[in-house]
């Protein structure tokens, strides 16, 4: 409001003119104590000394009023009248003081200075040339009465002249203090321009980051702390009820700074967290700097690089293996067809064609993951695709297997490679069929698809009533080469897992109270586009 009034804009501007309120309040009051004091008569002829106590009475008051109405102005004409208002006054009551000899030019150079301060450019120097003219004018007319004023007319001159110097070097430093005023609040604005960029960085960071004090409360934490930590809000409180396992970590740092601290886990089923800390010296203030980083992605990517690595070395081992592993099975099914062979050697040559049939199955899983195509997401209703695929897949079925399925109202769609979603669910259902087969008489499979309440995305549960994984096994099951069978080949789930990475669908298994187990296929939003 009144930036574009005053010169140095904003609260600067206000207590400049309050300021200047109260200098001409304070003028008035020692004019108005000089002529209650009768020592006016001393110092002013009889003739002007009525004329210099009303013009001083009407100073004070005048002052007073505009002090209680113009406080914070809104148009440039009231600053501007009241510094036009203020210089006329000063130039009467220095007619009526005599002219130079009284020293109120003085006055007038001090408010064409102060009301400078407050107006910009042409306005004040018009001020100033306002002052100067009544100078020399009223020297001028006070020595058509009184000739001794006509040797005041010198004086008058640098009187004026000091009120044009005083307005051009106000105006200066006014200028340079309005630019470093503008120059500081655009800095001002840039700091916190940066401030609330580093502010929305540090939250959007996957990086859990947090800052505590000494008594290890917390002072800032962003979304990847909470997550990593699986809290809700940390700001505020102590961590040691929270995560008493990274409190530890910040013990063991604080006794050796140069050891590595070990990771941690801070939920049961979350993931792997590597700690690490920086102290922090704030003036007497010492806080503690906290880095989180989601070791397990890390590990997942080693560990497909080196995967990667590994299927293509061992499918040119593979190449090489197929055809003398292909000969000893066809020589072992001629020796099994031979009548010549006793039991014990039938046996034998059974137990030879077995191992060589897993060993092409190995082979040939590693060969399926060296060519493994770029997944090709369609946009599949999940319900008809699911009832099409149960279709199939119960024509091929044993008379003592039985697979059902369930699907919830509405419709359910996502985005999937149909061809890889078809390999994933087939080796699901094989094996909870076989798992279910050793403990029933009737193997069992259930295929429940839903829409998960809370993210609103496409689920699909596989389940089972066999006998389930031990706990101890259950972190391992996707890990490749991994099996609880003897003729398992280990990558039937690993490929499952990586054929649902590839199309933005995430498995993972949940033992089930009733007995058996259950893996759980989280599938993308139908609107997300495959990135991969």
């Known amino acids: 409001m009144t930036t574009d009034i005053l010169a140095l804009g904003g609260t600067q501007g206000i207590r400049i003119l309050k300021l200047y309120h109260l200098y001409r309040l304070i003028i008035g009051l020692l004019l108005v104590l000089l002529i209650s004091s009768e020592m006016d008569v001393q110092l002013l002829e009889m003739s002007h000394a009525t004329l210099f106590r009303s013009i001083s009475w009407f100073y004070l008051i005048f002052n007073v009023l505009v002090t209680l109405a113009v406080q914070q102005p809104k148009r440039s004409m009231q600053v501007v009248s009241l510094a036009m208002v203020d210089v006329i006054l000063l130039s009467c009551l220095f ?11 003085n006055l007038l150079i001090v408010a064409v200075a102060i009301s400078n301060i407050l107006l910009r450019g042409r306005i004040g120097i018009f001020i100033a040339a306002t002052a100067a003219v009544g100078l020399i004018y009223l020297t001028f007319y006070l020595s058509l009465s009184r000739p001794a004023a006509a040797s005041q007319y010198i004086q008058a001159g640098a009187l ?14 006014t200028r ?42 917390v002072l800032l934490a962003n979304q990847g702390a909470l997550t990593l930590l699986g809290a809700d809000a940390l700001a505020g409180k102590i961590l040691d009820p929270h995560t008493p396992e990274l409190v530890k970590r910040l013990q063991q740092w604080r006794q050796n700074p140069a050891m590595r601290p070990a990771s941690l886990q801070a939920v049961a089923d979350g993931p792997i967290v590597q700690p690490s800390f920086i102290a922090l010296q704030r003036g007497q203030q010492r806080h503690i700097l906290v880095f989180l980083d989601d070791v397990s992605q890390i590990a997942q990517q080693a560990q ?19 055809n003398p592993l292909g000969a000893i099975s066809h020589a072992a099914q001629l020796l099994q067809e031979s009548e010549e062979l006793s039991q014990p050697d039938q046996r034998l040559a059974q137990i030879i064609h077995d191992h060589t049939r897993r060993m092409n199955l190995v082979i040939e899983n590693v060969l399926q993951l060296s060519r493994r195509r770029q997944a090709e997401p369609q946009l599949l209703d999940l319900k008809y695709w699911l009832h099409r695929f149960a279709s199939e ?19 359910i769609q996502t985005r999937m490679d149909p061809n890889q979603l078809t390999q994933v669910l087939t080796n699901l259902v094989e094996n909870g069929l076989r798992y279910s087969s050793q403990k029933n008489p009737r193997g069992q499979v259930w295929l429940q698809l839903f829409r998960e309440p809370e993210r609103d995305l496409p689920v699909l549960e596989i389940f089972d009533d066999g006998p389930g994984v031990s706990p101890e096994q259950s972190q391992n099951i996707f890990e490749p080469f991994f099996t609880t069978e003897a003729k398992g080949t280990g990558l039937g789930l690993y490929i499952s897992r990586e054929l649902c990475e590839s199309n933005q669908a995430h498995i993972d298994y949940k033992p089930r109270e009733e007995g058996g187990s259950c893996f759980r296929i989280t599938f993308a939003h139908a609107s997300k586009l495959s990135l991969q």
């Open 304 to 322: 497909q690089l080196k995967l990667a690595s590994l299927g293509r070395l061992t499918a040119g081992i593979a190449h090489e293996i197929r």
């Open 95 to 105: 007619y009526a003081a005599g002219g130079t000899p009284s020293g109120i030019g």
């Open 160 to 173: 004026g002249a000091l009120c044009f110097a005083a307005a051009l070097f106000v105006q200066g430093i």
């Open 393 to 411: 897949f119960r024509s091929n079925m044993p008379a003592n297997q039985t697979l059902h399925l369930d699907t919830q109202v509405g419709t």
């Open 176 to 217: 340079r203090l309005h630019d470093s005023e503008q120059l500081a609040s655009e800095r001002a604005a840039d700091v916190a321009s940066l401030e609330t960029l580093n502010a929305l960085i540090i939250e959007r960071m996957r990086t859990g980051i947090l800052v505590l004090d000494n008594m290890h409360r």
